[in-house]
């Protein structure tokens, strides 16, 4: 197997996991709204420091989703259904 086919390999397995992404999808949903209710709190109390915490945490949450929606959007394109199954 080259390196080329066992990355794909792994690239498949990741994205046919559809329960462990779809855990990833929601927790990273839920820490971004954690930052959206830190930049709220920074729009009340005007403190600049929370509202850039409140960002970083944002970005962090948007970057460890975006992975778990591309494997999802993956899945639901290229997953095996049980009438495909049935014709092999």
Known sequence: MTINQSLLS???SYAM???KRMK???GGTGI???GVGIVYMASELEWQWLFYCGAAVMIFAAIFAFPAYLALI???LF???GS???KE
Do not use: A, M
């Open 10 to 12: 792994k690239l498949n």
């Open 84 to 86: 495909e199954k049935n």
């Open 74 to 76: 993956y899945w639901r």
């Open 79 to 81: 997953r095996n259904t």
């Open 32 to 34: 971004f709204f954690i």
């Open 24 to 26: 990833q999808l929601q």
């Open 17 to 19: 996991d559809s329960i």
